[in-house]
């Protein structure tokens, strides 16, 4: 390669992570999404939407609507499972509104979903790469992920991370007192996809309650005034309200609500930023009251091997200058 005076050595652009998102949005999941969005670092092959937070029809056309506010309409979004693989569908619309999006009015994207169903589009991105190239966030229940694998069992040795918000253990649950929402929205998903080798790590409430949208840290973000930064102040604005009237906290400034999805597309981009420890997890399914709990071992005598990993602490600071840079102006 000749560089001419004046001219900036050209140099072989870094691989960038292969990643699908599989998700439910949802404010949180938004933020993510903006996250993955505006970040250089991450080569987009599709967003998988899932019943969850709202109805998959709804969960696929916030994220149609994200995607045009991030001018991203080169992501297909395909549509997935409309409910649990036997739960009936629960939602948490007063967490997220009864659209999804918080305080943003729904309107109907002007791109469509792509026509295949969300587990077949999972099975050919990752099938077609090469093995452990394609990593999936996944930030709703995992009823999507379980039908993928169902349908191709080989998938669990080809895929690369599965780096799934879900999970309740040292700060309890918080759709139960046990369990956290998309372990509990569809617990037999969660099991079969802990069940077959994937390399799953799990950013359970542990960490997830650790990455919180501070007053400050809202308005740094509103501070940068591109539609994606303000996108994603209006998804925390929203449920700082919410969250205070549902679950309360004290009046302390490092407190406000935790913006649980970005973590797992924070991981992909910056595993630094996270504390994981190897164990083993298992899924209640059978017992009402405790429906949903994940019972992590981390003793390997006991546990015999330790296949997954369950994030104990996050850098807060560092997660929000991340989605800071991605809704920065792009120059
Ligand atoms: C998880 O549940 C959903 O309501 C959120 O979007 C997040 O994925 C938190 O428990
Ligand atoms: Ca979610």
Redesign the pocket.
């Known amino acids: 390669m000749v560089a001419y005076p004046g001219e900036p050595l050209q140099t072989l652009p870094m691989t960038r992570q292969a990643l699908i998102i599989d998700c ?1 949005p ?4 938004a933020v993510a999404l903006m996250l993955a969005f505006g970040s250089g670092e991450l080569d987009l092959l599709a967003i998988t939407a899932v019943g ?2 709202v109805p998959v029809t709804k969960t696929a056309r916030n994220a149609r609507m994200l995607r045009q506010i991030a001018g991203r309409e080169d992501v297909p979004v395909f549509m997935g499972a409309d409910r649990p693989l036997r739960r009936e569908p629960a939602g ?1 619309g007063e ?2 509104g009864a659209e999804g999006l918080g305080d943003l009015t729904p309107r109907e994207p002007d791109a469509p979903c792509a026509e295949e169903h969300a587990a077949d589009a999972i099975i050919d991105r990752v099938m077609n790469r090469p093995g452990k190239s394609v990593a999936i966030a996944v ?2 229940p995992l009823t999507n992920v379980a039908l993928a694998l169902r349908k191709a069992p080989e998938l669990a040795e080809r895929l690369g991370p599965v780096a799934v ?2 999970g309740a253990r040292s700060e309890g649950g ?2 139960t007192a046990s369990a ?3 372990i509990w929205a569809d617990p037999e998903a969660a099991a079969e996809v802990l069940a077959t080798g994937c390399d799953v790590v799990l950013f359970g ?1 542990d960490a ?1 309650h650790q990455v919180r949208a501070t007053e400050a840290r809202i308005a740094a973000l509103e501070a940068i005034g591109t539609p994606m930064a303000d996108t994603a102040a209006s998804m925390m604005r929203f449920s700082e309200r919410v969250e205070r009237r549902l679950v309360g906290w004290p009046s302390l400034p490092e407190w406000g609500p935790p913006v ?2 970005l973590c797992p597309v924070a991981w992909l981009l910056r595993p630094d930023l996270f504390a994981l420890k190897p164990c083993r997890i298992e899924v209640e399914t059978q017992s009402e009251l405790t429906r949903g709990h994940t019972a992590v071992e981390f003793r390997q005598g006991v546990a015999g091997a330790l296949p997954h990993r369950w994030a104990v602490s996050a850098d807060a600071d560092g997660v929000f200058d991340l989605i800071a840079e991605a809704c920065a102006p792009r120059g």
């Open positions: 439910d949802g404010v949180d999941d969850g937070n948490a967490f997220h930030l709703g918000m879900g918080n759709i956290e929402f998309n409430l997830t649980h999805d």
